[in-house]
């Protein structure tokens, strides 16, 4: 199993990125995939997750209404819009993988439960 992250960078407060999360090595459409994200001096938390089976998405609420997720099936890959982007979005991103049943909301919190991490991608955001 593999997984890539992808799209981060340098960008202004109030710009837009598109994290993208390539995987390879399982049934993509049977599982999920959930985004974290870790700041500098900060654990790791979980932002995001698509049910992949049936594509139900998940937010924390920390990012609901900026923070769009999304799959493409098709090309195995998981996307991570983000908009209006603030100061304290300034983290390396990492998408995992979760190939169990039942994933939920709180599943994002569990992160011992993913089995297989990216390498994440380092985003940035300039005031």
């Known amino acids: 199993v593999q997984l890539v992250e992808s799209g981060g960078g340098l960008v202004q407060a109030g710009g837009s990125l598109r994290l993208s999360c390539a995987a390879s090595?399982?049934?993509?459409?049977?599982?999920?995939i959930g985004w974290f994200r870790q700041a500098p001096g900060k654990e790791r938390e979980g932002v995001s997750g698509i049910n992949l089976s049936d594509g139900t998405t998940y937010y924390a609420d920390s990012v609901k209404g900026r923070f769009t997720i999304s799959g493409d099936n098709a090309k195995n890959t998981v996307y991570l819009q983000i908009d209006s982007l603030k100061p304290e979005d300034t983290a390396v991103y990492y998408c995992?993988?979760?190939?169990?049943?039942?994933?939920?909301?709180?599943?994002?919190?569990?992160?011992?439960?993913?089995?297989?991490w990216g390498q994440g991608t380092q985003v940035t955001v300039s005031s």
């Open positions: 995992a993988a979760y190939l169990h049943n039942l994933f939920e909301i709180g599943t994002l919190q569990r992160l011992d439960e993913f089995d297989y």
């Open positions: 090595g399982f049934t993509f459409d049977e599982y999920a």
